[in-house]
Protein backbone atom coordinates (compact mmCIF):
# COMPACT_ATOMS: atom_id res chain seq x y z
CA UNK A 1 0.00 0.00 0.00
CA UNK A 2 1.27 3.30 -0.72
CA UNK A 3 2.31 5.33 2.08
CA UNK A 4 0.96 8.75 1.58
CA UNK A 5 -2.32 7.45 1.27
CA UNK A 6 -2.41 5.62 4.08
CA UNK A 7 -0.98 7.81 6.18
CA UNK A 8 -3.28 10.46 4.50
CA UNK A 9 -6.19 7.32 5.58
CA UNK A 10 -4.77 7.55 9.16
CA UNK A 11 -5.30 11.64 9.48
CA UNK A 12 -9.24 11.06 8.29
CA UNK A 13 -9.34 8.79 11.45
CA UNK A 14 -7.67 11.55 13.64
CA UNK A 15 -9.13 14.74 11.81
CA UNK A 16 -12.66 13.58 10.51
CA UNK A 17 -12.98 10.29 12.33
CA UNK A 18 -12.22 11.27 16.03
CA UNK A 19 -11.73 14.85 15.73
CA UNK A 20 -8.63 14.93 17.79
CA UNK A 21 -8.89 18.75 19.78
CA UNK A 22 -5.56 19.94 21.50
CA UNK A 23 -4.85 18.72 24.94
CA UNK A 24 -7.21 15.08 24.58
CA UNK A 25 -5.92 11.98 25.19
CA UNK A 26 -6.34 9.00 22.22
CA UNK A 27 -6.58 5.48 23.23
CA UNK A 28 -5.98 2.81 19.75
CA UNK A 29 -7.26 -0.25 20.01
CA UNK A 30 -5.50 -2.23 17.07
CA UNK A 31 -4.08 -5.54 16.18
CA UNK A 32 -0.24 -5.64 16.60
CA UNK A 33 -0.21 -6.91 12.40
CA UNK A 34 -1.23 -3.13 11.91
CA UNK A 35 1.44 -1.42 13.94
CA UNK A 36 2.74 0.74 11.03
CA UNK A 37 -0.78 2.32 10.37
CA UNK A 38 -1.14 2.16 14.49
CA UNK A 39 2.32 4.61 14.16
CA UNK A 40 0.83 7.08 11.17
CA UNK A 41 -2.13 7.47 13.38
CA UNK A 42 -0.23 7.98 16.70
CA UNK A 43 1.89 10.34 14.43
CA UNK A 44 -1.46 12.28 13.24
CA UNK A 45 -3.17 12.14 16.50
CA UNK A 46 0.51 14.24 17.75
CA UNK A 47 0.48 16.77 15.26
CA UNK A 48 -4.10 17.13 15.74
CA UNK A 49 -2.47 18.44 19.36
CA UNK A 50 -2.98 15.06 21.74
CA UNK A 51 -1.57 14.99 25.11
CA UNK A 52 -1.47 11.54 25.20
CA UNK A 53 -1.87 8.45 22.67
CA UNK A 54 -1.85 5.09 24.08
CA UNK A 55 -2.46 1.60 22.48
CA UNK A 56 -4.71 -1.31 23.59
CA UNK A 57 -2.79 -4.12 21.18
CA UNK A 58 -4.36 -7.21 20.65
CA UNK A 59 -3.70 -10.51 18.83
CA UNK A 60 -6.37 -12.91 17.78
CA UNK A 61 -4.47 -16.34 17.77
CA UNK A 62 -3.03 -15.51 21.12
CA UNK A 63 -7.23 -14.85 21.67
CA UNK A 64 -8.19 -17.60 20.36
CA UNK A 65 -5.74 -19.44 22.78
CA UNK A 66 -7.05 -18.10 25.87
CA UNK A 67 -11.01 -18.88 24.86
CA UNK A 68 -9.69 -22.59 24.21
CA UNK A 69 -7.65 -23.28 27.34
CA UNK A 70 -8.75 -20.78 30.16
CA UNK A 71 -12.24 -21.67 31.74
CA UNK A 72 -15.61 -19.78 31.55
CA UNK A 73 -15.20 -18.74 35.43
CA UNK A 74 -11.10 -17.24 34.29
CA UNK A 75 -12.56 -15.56 31.28
CA UNK A 76 -15.54 -13.82 32.98
CA UNK A 77 -13.53 -12.61 35.87
CA UNK A 78 -12.68 -8.34 35.56
CA UNK A 79 -9.90 -7.49 37.45
CA UNK A 80 -9.74 -4.80 39.69
CA UNK A 81 -7.26 -3.16 37.36
CA UNK A 82 -9.41 -3.97 33.91
CA UNK A 83 -12.25 -2.05 36.16
CA UNK A 84 -9.13 0.83 37.24
CA UNK A 85 -8.45 1.52 33.17
CA UNK A 86 -12.39 1.85 32.85
CA UNK A 87 -12.70 4.39 35.33
CA UNK A 88 -9.87 6.54 33.92
CA UNK A 89 -11.95 6.88 30.68
CA UNK A 90 -14.49 7.72 32.55
CA UNK A 91 -12.97 10.12 34.50
CA UNK A 92 -10.66 11.23 30.90
CA UNK A 93 -12.92 10.66 28.42
CA UNK A 94 -10.07 10.18 25.94
CA UNK A 95 -10.91 9.60 21.94
CA UNK A 96 -10.83 6.32 21.00
CA UNK A 97 -9.93 4.63 17.56
CA UNK A 98 -10.93 1.28 16.71
CA UNK A 99 -9.20 0.00 14.08
CA UNK A 100 -10.87 -3.61 12.57
CA UNK A 101 -8.51 -6.22 11.02
CA UNK A 102 -9.53 -9.99 12.43
CA UNK A 103 -10.26 -12.67 9.90
CA UNK A 104 -13.78 -13.01 10.42
CA UNK A 105 -13.44 -16.99 11.16
CA UNK A 106 -10.68 -16.45 13.47
CA UNK A 107 -13.04 -17.37 16.17
CA UNK A 108 -14.57 -20.08 14.38
CA UNK A 109 -13.40 -23.10 16.22
CA UNK A 110 -14.83 -21.48 19.74
CA UNK A 111 -17.63 -22.67 21.61
CA UNK A 112 -20.84 -19.89 21.08
CA UNK A 113 -22.45 -20.70 24.34
CA UNK A 114 -18.49 -20.08 25.90
CA UNK A 115 -18.47 -16.91 24.28
CA UNK A 116 -22.17 -15.71 24.92
CA UNK A 117 -21.32 -16.60 28.98
CA UNK A 118 -18.03 -15.07 29.25
CA UNK A 119 -19.38 -11.85 27.64
CA UNK A 120 -22.86 -12.02 29.59
CA UNK A 121 -20.32 -11.90 32.85
CA UNK A 122 -18.01 -9.64 31.50
CA UNK A 123 -20.50 -6.67 30.85
CA UNK A 124 -22.74 -7.73 34.16
CA UNK A 125 -19.49 -5.74 35.62
CA UNK A 126 -18.13 -2.99 32.96
CA UNK A 127 -22.16 -2.02 31.56
CA UNK A 128 -21.69 0.66 34.11
CA UNK A 129 -18.78 2.37 32.67
CA UNK A 130 -19.92 2.33 29.29
CA UNK A 131 -23.38 3.93 29.68
CA UNK A 132 -21.59 6.66 32.53
CA UNK A 133 -19.02 7.91 29.06
CA UNK A 134 -22.20 7.70 26.22
CA UNK A 135 -22.41 10.38 24.45
CA UNK A 136 -19.50 11.97 26.55
CA UNK A 137 -16.41 11.09 24.39
CA UNK A 138 -15.58 10.91 20.71
CA UNK A 139 -15.02 7.66 18.58
CA UNK A 140 -14.30 5.85 15.36
CA UNK A 141 -14.18 2.34 14.05
CA UNK A 142 -12.20 2.23 10.26
CA UNK A 143 -10.53 -0.88 9.22
CA UNK A 144 -7.33 -2.43 7.83
CA UNK A 145 -6.94 -5.63 5.75
CA UNK A 146 -5.05 -8.46 6.47
CA UNK A 147 -4.02 -11.56 5.26
CA UNK A 148 -7.12 -13.76 6.72
CA UNK A 149 -9.63 -11.27 6.44
CA UNK A 150 -8.62 -10.28 2.49
CA UNK A 151 -8.39 -13.84 1.67
CA UNK A 152 -12.22 -14.80 3.45
CA UNK A 153 -13.16 -12.11 0.81
CA UNK A 154 -10.82 -12.87 -2.23
CA UNK A 155 -10.42 -16.55 -2.04
CA UNK A 156 -9.44 -16.85 -5.71
CA UNK A 157 -6.85 -14.58 -5.32
CA UNK A 158 -3.03 -15.09 -3.87
CA UNK A 159 -2.32 -13.72 -0.38
CA UNK A 160 -0.70 -10.38 -1.65
CA UNK A 161 -3.10 -9.54 -4.22
CA UNK A 162 -6.04 -10.22 -2.00
CA UNK A 163 -4.50 -7.87 0.61
CA UNK A 164 -4.03 -5.29 -1.97
CA UNK A 165 -7.75 -5.21 -3.80
CA UNK A 166 -9.18 -5.13 -0.07
CA UNK A 167 -6.76 -1.87 0.64
CA UNK A 168 -8.54 -0.12 -2.58
CA UNK A 169 -12.14 -1.68 -1.76
CA UNK A 170 -11.96 0.11 2.01
CA UNK A 171 -10.31 3.37 0.78
CA UNK A 172 -12.94 3.56 -1.87
CA UNK A 173 -15.64 3.09 1.02
CA UNK A 174 -14.18 6.06 2.78
CA UNK A 175 -13.49 8.26 0.23
CA UNK A 176 -9.73 7.91 0.06
CA UNK A 177 -7.44 8.17 -2.74
CA UNK A 178 -3.82 10.22 -3.80
CA UNK A 179 -5.64 12.81 -5.36
CA UNK A 180 -8.56 14.04 -3.13
CA UNK A 181 -8.87 15.50 0.36
CA UNK A 182 -11.33 12.71 1.90
CA UNK A 183 -12.13 15.47 4.78
CA UNK A 184 -13.92 17.80 2.27
CA UNK A 185 -15.39 14.73 0.47
CA UNK A 186 -16.74 14.27 4.21
CA UNK A 187 -17.69 17.31 4.86
CA UNK A 188 -19.99 17.20 2.07
CA UNK A 189 -21.05 13.31 2.85
CA UNK A 190 -22.31 14.74 6.38
CA UNK A 191 -24.39 17.72 4.78
CA UNK A 192 -26.46 15.06 2.62
CA UNK A 193 -27.12 13.11 5.91
CA UNK A 194 -28.37 16.00 8.00
CA UNK A 195 -30.66 17.22 4.94
CA UNK A 196 -32.12 13.62 4.79
CA UNK A 197 -32.40 13.49 8.45
CA UNK A 198 -34.18 17.12 8.72
CA UNK A 199 -37.16 15.85 6.32
CA UNK A 200 -37.36 12.49 8.38
CA UNK A 201 -37.47 14.34 11.57
CA UNK A 202 -40.19 17.10 10.07
CA UNK A 203 -42.61 14.09 9.31
CA UNK A 204 -42.22 12.97 13.00
CA UNK A 205 -43.50 9.63 11.76
CA UNK A 206 -45.82 7.22 14.32
CA UNK A 207 -44.86 4.35 13.01
CA UNK A 208 -42.95 2.59 9.58
CA UNK A 209 -43.57 -0.40 7.74
CA UNK A 210 -41.13 -2.04 5.89
CA UNK A 211 -42.18 -4.95 2.64
CA UNK A 212 -40.40 -6.82 0.04
CA UNK A 213 -40.99 -10.13 -2.21
CA UNK A 214 -38.75 -12.01 -0.26
CA UNK A 215 -40.97 -12.20 2.70
CA UNK A 216 -40.34 -9.04 4.98
CA UNK A 217 -43.73 -7.32 6.17
CA UNK A 218 -43.08 -5.77 9.45
CA UNK A 219 -44.32 -2.59 11.16
CA UNK A 220 -42.45 -0.95 14.04
CA UNK A 221 -43.63 1.91 16.32
CA UNK A 222 -41.35 4.85 16.99
CA UNK A 223 -41.03 7.02 19.93
CA UNK A 224 -42.56 10.17 20.03
CA UNK A 225 -39.09 12.49 20.95
CA UNK A 226 -37.01 10.15 18.73
CA UNK A 227 -35.12 11.38 15.67
CA UNK A 228 -33.21 10.24 12.77
CA UNK A 229 -29.61 10.70 12.95
CA UNK A 230 -27.10 10.27 10.11
CA UNK A 231 -23.19 10.45 9.61
CA UNK A 232 -21.22 12.68 12.07
CA UNK A 233 -22.80 13.40 15.58
CA UNK A 234 -21.78 15.71 18.33
CA UNK A 235 -20.48 14.71 21.82
CA UNK A 236 -21.94 16.42 24.87
CA UNK A 237 -18.40 18.49 25.00
CA UNK A 238 -19.66 19.85 21.60
CA UNK A 239 -17.21 18.02 19.35
CA UNK A 240 -18.29 16.67 15.92
CA UNK A 241 -17.36 13.70 14.75
CA UNK A 242 -17.90 10.51 12.77
CA UNK A 243 -18.05 7.04 14.66
CA UNK A 244 -17.99 4.57 11.47
CA UNK A 245 -15.79 5.26 8.45
CA UNK A 246 -17.55 4.42 6.24
CA UNK A 247 -20.90 5.37 6.31
CA UNK A 248 -23.91 5.46 4.66
CA UNK A 249 -26.89 4.87 6.92
CA UNK A 250 -29.24 7.22 8.22
CA UNK A 251 -30.83 5.65 11.66
CA UNK A 252 -32.93 5.78 14.72
CA UNK A 253 -34.36 4.07 17.85
CA UNK A 254 -37.85 2.62 17.81
CA UNK A 255 -40.14 2.03 20.44
CA UNK A 256 -38.62 -1.10 22.56
CA UNK A 257 -41.36 -3.70 21.96
CA UNK A 258 -43.37 -2.00 19.73
CA UNK A 259 -43.00 -4.05 16.92
CA UNK A 260 -44.91 -7.03 14.67
CA UNK A 261 -43.93 -8.85 11.80
CA UNK A 262 -41.36 -11.00 9.87
CA UNK A 263 -37.53 -9.66 8.75
CA UNK A 264 -35.63 -11.80 6.03
CA UNK A 265 -32.29 -11.34 6.17
CA UNK A 266 -30.70 -9.86 2.46
CA UNK A 267 -26.59 -10.16 3.60
CA UNK A 268 -25.16 -13.19 5.40
CA UNK A 269 -23.70 -11.92 9.43
CA UNK A 270 -20.56 -12.28 10.44
CA UNK A 271 -20.52 -12.53 14.48
CA UNK A 272 -17.45 -12.93 16.63
CA UNK A 273 -16.04 -15.30 14.25
CA UNK A 274 -19.47 -17.45 13.11
CA UNK A 275 -21.30 -16.78 10.29
CA UNK A 276 -25.00 -16.48 10.19
CA UNK A 277 -26.52 -17.27 6.67
CA UNK A 278 -30.24 -17.21 5.00
CA UNK A 279 -32.06 -16.25 8.10
CA UNK A 280 -35.16 -14.31 9.22
CA UNK A 281 -36.83 -13.42 12.70
CA UNK A 282 -40.51 -13.28 13.35
CA UNK A 283 -41.79 -10.56 15.83
CA UNK A 284 -44.64 -10.61 18.34
CA UNK A 285 -45.85 -7.75 20.49
CA UNK A 286 -42.08 -5.96 19.96
CA UNK A 287 -39.80 -9.46 20.72
CA UNK A 288 -38.60 -11.85 18.39
CA UNK A 289 -40.64 -15.34 18.87
CA UNK A 290 -39.65 -16.80 15.70
CA UNK A 291 -36.64 -17.38 13.82
CA UNK A 292 -34.49 -19.57 11.58
CA UNK A 293 -31.33 -19.73 10.12
CA UNK A 294 -29.91 -22.11 7.49
CA UNK A 295 -26.35 -21.54 8.63
CA UNK A 296 -25.29 -20.60 12.38
CA UNK A 297 -28.85 -21.14 13.63
CA UNK A 298 -26.85 -21.58 17.30
CA UNK A 299 -25.04 -18.30 17.06
CA UNK A 300 -28.80 -16.32 16.10
CA UNK A 301 -30.62 -18.02 19.01
CA UNK A 302 -27.25 -16.74 21.19
CA UNK A 303 -27.51 -12.93 19.92
CA UNK A 304 -31.37 -12.89 20.57
CA UNK A 305 -31.34 -14.68 23.99
CA UNK A 306 -28.44 -12.60 25.65
CA UNK A 307 -30.45 -11.03 28.32
CA UNK A 308 -34.09 -9.88 28.50
CA UNK A 309 -33.97 -7.29 25.94
CA UNK A 310 -31.44 -8.58 23.47
CA UNK A 311 -35.10 -9.92 21.66
CA UNK A 312 -35.99 -6.46 20.86
CA UNK A 313 -34.62 -4.04 18.58
CA UNK A 314 -32.70 -1.18 19.19
CA UNK A 315 -32.02 0.28 15.51
CA UNK A 316 -33.50 0.95 12.02
CA UNK A 317 -31.27 2.12 9.57
CA UNK A 318 -31.80 3.42 6.31
CA UNK A 319 -29.43 2.47 3.40
CA UNK A 320 -30.26 3.22 -0.79
CA UNK A 321 -29.01 -0.13 -2.80
CA UNK A 322 -27.32 2.30 -4.53
CA UNK A 323 -25.37 2.71 -1.76
CA UNK A 324 -21.62 2.86 -3.36
CA UNK A 325 -20.58 -0.60 -0.84
CA UNK A 326 -23.73 -2.06 -2.21
CA UNK A 327 -22.23 -1.30 -5.90
CA UNK A 328 -19.18 -2.88 -4.84
CA UNK A 329 -20.66 -6.29 -4.82
CA UNK A 330 -18.57 -7.51 -2.34
CA UNK A 331 -19.21 -8.90 1.16
CA UNK A 332 -17.12 -8.14 3.38
CA UNK A 333 -17.94 -10.33 6.23
CA UNK A 334 -17.33 -6.92 8.27
CA UNK A 335 -20.78 -5.39 9.65
CA UNK A 336 -18.72 -1.75 9.65
CA UNK A 337 -19.36 -2.18 5.87
CA UNK A 338 -22.07 -4.72 5.59
CA UNK A 339 -24.59 -2.76 7.11
CA UNK A 340 -23.96 0.19 4.80
CA UNK A 341 -24.45 -1.72 1.86
CA UNK A 342 -28.14 -1.81 2.88
CA UNK A 343 -30.76 -1.37 4.84
CA UNK A 344 -30.27 -3.36 8.31
CA UNK A 345 -32.12 -3.38 11.64
CA UNK A 346 -30.08 -3.92 15.22
CA UNK A 347 -30.94 -6.51 18.09
CA UNK A 348 -30.34 -5.43 21.32
CA UNK A 349 -29.35 -1.70 22.61
CA UNK A 350 -30.31 1.71 21.17
CA UNK A 351 -28.85 4.93 20.92
CA UNK A 352 -29.55 7.56 23.47
CA UNK A 353 -28.51 10.56 21.27
CA UNK A 354 -31.72 9.61 18.98
CA UNK A 355 -33.89 11.19 21.16
CA UNK A 356 -34.39 15.37 21.20
CA UNK A 357 -32.70 16.68 24.04
CA UNK A 358 -30.87 13.82 24.67
CA UNK A 359 -27.99 16.43 26.66
CA UNK A 360 -30.27 17.31 29.09
CA UNK A 361 -32.13 13.65 29.87
CA UNK A 362 -30.96 10.56 32.06
CA UNK A 363 -30.22 7.28 30.75
CA UNK A 364 -33.01 6.17 33.12
CA UNK A 365 -35.40 8.69 31.26
CA UNK A 366 -34.75 7.33 27.95
CA UNK A 367 -35.07 4.38 28.36
CA UNK A 368 -38.61 4.77 30.00
CA UNK A 369 -39.51 6.80 26.44
CA UNK A 370 -38.21 3.41 24.87
CA UNK A 371 -34.62 3.73 23.73
CA UNK A 372 -34.40 -0.42 24.54
CA UNK A 373 -31.17 -1.22 26.67
CA UNK A 374 -29.21 -4.61 26.11
CA UNK A 375 -25.42 -5.73 26.78
CA UNK A 376 -25.38 -6.16 22.93
CA UNK A 377 -26.46 -4.54 19.69
CA UNK A 378 -25.96 -6.71 16.78
CA UNK A 379 -27.03 -5.19 13.09
CA UNK A 380 -28.34 -7.41 10.20
CA UNK A 381 -29.06 -6.58 6.80
CA UNK A 382 -32.77 -6.90 5.25
CA UNK A 383 -32.50 -3.84 2.33
CA UNK A 384 -33.57 -5.40 -0.96
CA UNK A 385 -34.14 -3.96 -4.47
CA UNK A 386 -38.07 -4.02 -4.07
CA UNK A 387 -38.04 -3.04 -0.40
CA UNK A 388 -40.78 -0.69 0.32
CA UNK A 389 -40.81 1.45 3.12
CA UNK A 390 -43.77 3.82 4.11
CA UNK A 391 -43.80 6.17 7.63
CA UNK A 392 -47.61 6.89 8.84
CA UNK A 393 -48.28 9.78 10.62
CA UNK A 394 -52.07 10.22 11.86
CA UNK A 395 -52.80 7.42 9.46
CA UNK A 396 -51.09 9.54 6.17
CA UNK A 397 -48.87 7.27 4.78
CA UNK A 398 -45.33 9.05 3.46
CA UNK A 399 -42.91 6.82 0.97
CA UNK A 400 -39.53 6.65 2.72
CA UNK A 401 -38.19 4.31 0.65
CA UNK A 402 -39.29 2.86 -3.14
CA UNK A 403 -37.70 -0.03 -4.98
CA UNK A 404 -34.80 -0.14 -2.87
CA UNK A 405 -34.10 4.02 -2.92
CA UNK A 406 -34.92 7.20 -1.24
CA UNK A 407 -38.68 8.71 -2.58
CA UNK A 408 -37.21 11.86 -1.52
Known sequence: MNKSVMRKYARLAVRQGVNVQKGQQVVVYISVDQAEFGKYIADEAYRAGASRVSFEWSYQPTTVLKYRHESVRTLSEVPAWVEAKQQYGVDKLPCQIHVLSDDPDGMKAINPTKLQKVRRAQMSVLKKYRDAMDNKYQWTIVAVPSKAWARKVFPTLSPSAAVNKLWDAILETVRVNKDNDPVAEWDAHNKDFIARSEYLNKKQFDYVTYKSANGTDFKCELIPEGVWCGGGETSLQNIYYNPNMPTEEIFTSPKAGRCEGKLVATK??????????????????????????KVGKDVLDKIITTDETSCMLGELALVPQSSPINKQNIIYYNTLFDENACCHVALGRGFTNCIAGFESR???????????????????????????????????????????????
Open 268 to 293: PLSYMGALIDDFWIEFKDGKAVKWDA
Open 362 to 408: TLEEMHKMGVNDSQVHVDFMIGAADMTITGYKNGVATPIFANGEWAF
